[in-house]
């Protein structure tokens, strides 16, 4: 079973900062991809950024030069620092991963996806 978390959200005014965390945890033997996903209301969830295992990233072109993407292999972490905030940053954010683990008694490579957390932001 693999597991991701996601913490950090919260309401910041424009042009505050937040940095979200998601801890991946279980039966993992490796991880690839990992990435930022976002979906405001009545929008279709967005790629925000991703990092490969090589550290390479790419960000939605409305977020780069503020938000940025990081990884910690050795505790199975990704982060989201994101700068400058402004009002149409606001969504539920969820972290993805693919993830190399045991599935009937095989490995497999599986993508996997943490509950999302809110950013609100708002004067």
């Known amino acids: 079973q693999v597991r991701l978390a996601e913490s950090g959200g919260g309401l910041v005014q424009p042009g505050g900062s937040l940095r979200l965390s998601c801890a991946a945890s279980?039966?993992?033997?490796?991880?690839?991809?990992m990435g930022w996903y976002r979906q405001a209301p009545g929008e279709q969830r967005e790629l925000v950024a991703v990092i490969t295992s090589a550290g390479s990233t790419n960000y939605v072109d409305s977020v780069k030069g503020r938000f940025t993407i990081s990884r910690d292999d050795a505790k199975k972490m990704v982060y989201l620092q994101m700068n400058s905030l402004k009002p149409d940053d606001t969504a539920v954010y969820s972290c993805?991963?693919?993830?190399?683990?045991?599935?009937?008694?095989?490995?497999?490579?599986?993508?996997?996806w943490g509950q999302g957390t809110q950013v609100t932001v708002s004067s």
């Open positions: 993805n991963a693919f993830v190399r683990t045991v599935v009937g008694g095989s490995h497999s490579w599986r993508d996997y």
């Open positions: 279980g039966l993992i033997f490796g991880i690839d991809t």
